[in-house]
């Protein structure tokens, strides 16, 4: 008996009666009739009499047919008032009677009323949707929540929903264990067959019937969902044993069902889902030994995951800490798996790989675990590597196949950048597996993302190997991306040297290697490291990596057609380099002189572009001059030389300016020229050189060496160099723009000039390197000629220092006499003057005073009408020297007449040196004369 028999059980004969009633009522009634007289009777029969029971529900069923039929959202309630409060009371008395049924024996009548409520609603959903939700066409975009929304504004849908909740909310109270341990019974227990219900109902009336399934589903998901999926499971191993192993989903209608209402579970209730499809997988792995339905757990949930994109997302989130530990009872399944669901070849393979592909979110998870697992050895490490592999194919297919301008995203690609870093390591260890599988991965997210993810794993490599078979992934990298991305690797590198985190050593160590290697073929390393050169200048001048940048210039010549700013950037970091290494105290002799050659043949490629020279020898001579390296040459810098207060002070001429003060008066006798400032106490000592005389000619000669091969080198004809030379040393020592040409003035003119000639001689004085160069250019002649107006300052600056002292002796003016010889040297060198007046600076101890300034007019006339210009200069051209010839000796007598009266005046040791320059010249030019004194011949 399915109804209990009550206390007081109703007389037969009255439920005869009442049988008889209800059997003629109902076949009389219509849909359209409201009765509830007969509704009232029906209900008595239900309770008291079970052998009515199908009937009256079937009664019921047409009630709430025609209740649902008359129901219009849109219709005034006036209009139909009495039938729909009929319809109210007939409802309400129906929910009150079957409510206390299931209440009293849910067992018994909970599966029933449920059965019967959710065929009554897929019925009427069928029947009525268009009524109910409107009308819908084949592209009808209604939510889900939309049509749930219209249908429970209809009481009698309302009802029914209400019934097959309350059944199964009562069953779950009363005795049934939901957890999925107790779900692998061959015998439905009762919330099972309440699900069983809504399956076949979903079957029948879907897509109408969504709505019910997920309005039972949100009431009861972590119930519905372990339920579905277990008696899915038992159906698709039915399914399974009738098809011979094979199962499509689609062909059969439940299972078809049960991937309906999880998709629409997965919706809503993801996190549901994900618990029991893990709690399903972890157990069916994790018993032993397996029964059937373990066996079938993970066949089942493959084949969910490839209908249902919910169901995938469920299995697969947080799917790799799952699987870890239990890997290895993988290969006890695995024979069982192919054997009875995956008879095909390849089936299985094909189905996880297409499971993999399609995972988004927590496909780098699972790719990682693939490539950790496969690095051993054994059954699963084998497995691991063949789906890998063949994950990889499909990859690369899916990768090749999409449009050129792509906007598709592959699935298993988008979560992968924050795993990046550790699939980048595998790329450095020394499993073949890891090692080419990360490869052919990482090459593959590269193409697919474009050049600047290409450019990132090459940088990291680039600053990560640090074994030379390391490398050959880079090559192997570079060969396969660089057909696609053709800038990739200037960009790495680029990247890689304004990255502050990189370990900037091994990454200009690969880069060399990678430059040395590739001199025979595709020079892209080359040229990636040519348009780069500016940034790795920035780590030039850093002690620890100058010598590997060295090595990069060296390997890689410059462009030739290099941007001005560019070349200016290299050029002062390798003149720096040059000025760093004559000051470093770290470095032997012999590496110093290496790696100051390397620098000057780069240089000297560096000139050999437009401005490449000037911008070279402005570094130089600024650097020589203007720099604290001034002092490692013997030279002494400006400041060193200045008081504390002139350091302080501000110009007074600009103080003038800008109170409008100045002094008109012109300078006379009370103009004081001073060495400090009054009242600035005592000056101190000036600090020691860094290096001694010695050592500071030797790096004197150093770097003038270096700039004299350098202008050597450089121009296209003879002497370009020099005179560029010559010309910036004017321009850097020079403080005025005026009265820089060749020409002499006159004698008085140089009191006009006479700061200037000042500050030209102070600066000479201080820097020694100065004349160095100044001695080389003498050499190179005409290129002195540039210079006249620094010999002019130095020539008149002597000429106003003797004639201020005629009356002493030259050896109590020692600085200004070595002065006074260097510029006459100099002038003699570069034949400034002619042979007897060149004898000047080796015969000064013969002079006194006065007469050395009466020699310097002479030469300062002489300079006057025969002006220093290159024009004066012929080349020979056997050895391509050039020189000038002055004439014969009567041209110029005139400005050697006092300088032969001091030579003879002092005949008894400048005897040789008259007669070969004056008594010997006259004969030479034809001339007759005494004592060397040119007479006219009548």
């Known amino acids: 008996m399915i109804l209990e028999t009550p206390s007081n059980p109703p007389n037969q004969d009255d439920l005869i009666k009442q049988l008889r009633t209800f059997l003629a009522g109902a076949g009389a009634s219509t849909r359209n009739q409201v009765n509830p007289q007969l509704s009232s009777t029906a209900l008595h029969l239900l309770t008291n009499l079970p052998a009515a029971r199908e009937a009256v529900l079937e009664y019921f069923g047409s009630v709430l047919d025609g209740i649902v039929s008359r129901y219009n959202p849109q219709q005034e309630r006036d209009q139909n008032a009495y039938n729909e409060d009929m319809s109210e009371i007939i409802l309400e008395d129906l929910s009150r009677v079957l409510s206390t049924l ?42 889900l929540h939309e049509k749930m929304s219209a249908w429970l504004g209809c009481s009698a849908a309302r009802v029914l929903l209400d019934l097959a909740a309350d059944c199964l909310a009562k069953l779950m109270d009363s005795k049934v264990d939901t957890k999925m341990e107790n779900t692998v019974d061959y015998m439905m227990s009762d919330t099972e067959s309440c699900v069983a219900a809504l399956l076949e109902t979903s079957v029948k009336h879907t897509p109408h019937f969504d709505w019910v399934v997920a309005h039972i589903g949100s ?59 893990h709690s399903m997988l972890s157990s069916s792995l994790t018993t032993t030994p397996p029964s059937p339905t373990h066996t079938a757990t993970v066949p089942f949930l493959l084949s969910l995951s490839t209908l249902s994109p919910g169901v995938r997302r469920a299995l697969t989130s947080d799917l790799a800490p799952l699987l870890t530990p239990l890997l290895d009872r993988i290969p006890v399944l695995y024979p069982s798996w192919t054997s009875l669901y995956f008879p095909s070849p390849n089936a299985l393979l094909s189905n996880i790989t297409q499971l993999l592909l399609s995972t988004d979110r927590e496909g780098p998870h699972l790719l990682l675990l693939l490539l950790q697992a496969g690095a051993g050895q054994g059954d699963v490490a084998s497995s691991a590597r063949t789906i890998m592999n063949n994950l990889l194919a499909d990859i690369f297919t899916q990768v090749h196949n999409l449009p050129k301008h792509r906007t598709e995203e592959v699935a298993i690609f988008s979560g992968l950048s924050s795993h990046l870093p550790t699939i980048q390591k595998m790329l450095l260890v020394e499993d073949s597996f890891q090692l080419s599988a990360a490869t052919q991965l990482l090459s593959l997210y590269c193409l697919h993302k474009g050049r600047s993810v290409s450019a990132q794993l090459l940088k990291f490599l680039l600053g990560s190997c640090a074994k030379e078979q390391q490398l050959v992934v880079v090559v192997q990298l570079v060969g396969q991306l660089e057909q696609f991305h053709t800038n990739m690797v200037g960009e790495a590198v680029s990247t890689g040297l304004r990255d502050k985190k990189i370990d900037v050593k091994i990454f200009l160590s690969n880069l060399a290697k990678l430059s040395q290697l590739e001199s025979g073929s595709c020079h892209s390393w080359v040229r990636a490291v040519t348009s780069c050169q500016a940034q790795l200048v920035e780590h030039l001048v850093r002690p620890d990596m100058t010598a590997l940048v060295l090595d990069l210039f060296r390997l890689v010549p410059s462009a030739t057609n290099m941007r001005v700013n560019t070349l200016h950037k290299i050029c002062h970091g390798f003149v720096q380099v040059i000025l760093n290494t004559i000051t470093s105290t770290n470095l032997t002799m012999e590496a110093s002189a290496a790696r100051i050659s390397s620098c000057e043949k780069i240089l000297f490629q560096l000139c050999q572009q437009h401005c490449g020279l000037q911008v070279t020898l402005r570094f130089l001579l600024d650097s020589c001059l203007n720099s604290p390296y001034c002092v490692w040459l013997g030279g002494v810098q400006d400041t060193e030389e200045s008081s504390v207060r002139q350091k302080q002070a501000v110009s007074l001429l600009k103080d003038n300016h800008k109170f409008g003060v100045m002094p008109v008066q012109p300078l006379g006798s009370s103009t004081v020229f001073h060495a400090g400032t009054i009242g600035a106490g005592a000056r101190g000592s000036p600090p020691q050189h860094p290096v001694s005389e010695d050592q500071a000619e030797i ?12 202008c050597e080198g450089t121009g296209e004809q003879q002497g370009e160099g020099a005179k560029q030379l010559a010309l910036m040393m004017v321009e850097i020592i020079s403080p005025d723009i005026m009265y820089n040409g060749l020409p002499w003035p006159e004698e008085e003119f140089m009191k006009v000039t006479i700061e200037r000639d000042l500050s030209i001689t102070r600066l000479l004085t201080r820097h020694p390197i100065t004349w160095t160069l100044l001695s080389m250019l003498a050499q190179a002649r005409p290129a002195l000629c540039y210079c006249s107006v620094l010999v002019r300052a130095v020539v008149a ?38 042979p007897q007046l060149a004898l000047v600076p080796q015969i000064m101890h013969i002079f006194d005073p006065f007469q050395l300034h009466c020699v310097l007019i002479d030469i300062w006339n002489f300079m006057k009408i025969t002006v220093p210009g290159p024009s004066l200069f012929q080349v020979s051209e056997g050895s391509g020297d050039a020189t000038r010839d002055f004439g014969p000796y009567k041209n110029y007598h005139g400005f050697c007449e006092r300088l032969r009266v001091v030579v003879v005046k002092n005949i008894d040791t400048m005897a040789v040196i008259f007669k070969r320059y004056f008594v010997d010249a006259l004969k030479e030019s034809g001339e007759n004369g005494q004592n060397g004194h040119a007479e006219p011949i009548v």
């Open 699 to 710: 790096n004197r000669r150093t770097v003038a060496g270096v700039i004299m091969r350098l």
């Open 219 to 277: 009431c009861f998901p972590h119930t519905v969902t372990h339920r579905v999926l277990s008696v899915g499971l038992k159906d698709y191993i039915t399914a399974s044993k009738e098809g011979e192993g094979e199962v499509s989903l689609t062909k059969v209608p439940r299972l078809l069902s049960v991937v309906n209402i999880l998709s629409h579970l997965a919706t809503t209730h993801q996190t549901d889902l994900q618990t029991a499809v």
């Open 797 to 834: 600056v002597s000429i106003s220092h003797w004639a201020s002292h005629v009356t002493s002796r030259l050896s109590d003016h020692p600085a200004q006499v070595h002065i006074t010889r260097r510029v006459l040297e100099l002038m003699a060198v570069g034949q400034f003057l002619p």
């Open 102 to 143: 299931v209440s009293s024996s849910p067992s018994p009548w909970a599966p029933i009323v449920s059965t019967w409520s959710l065929d009554c609603l897929g019925k009427l959903s069928t029947k009525w949707s268009s009524k109910i939700c409107g009308k819908q066409g084949p592209n009808s975009t209604q939510l």
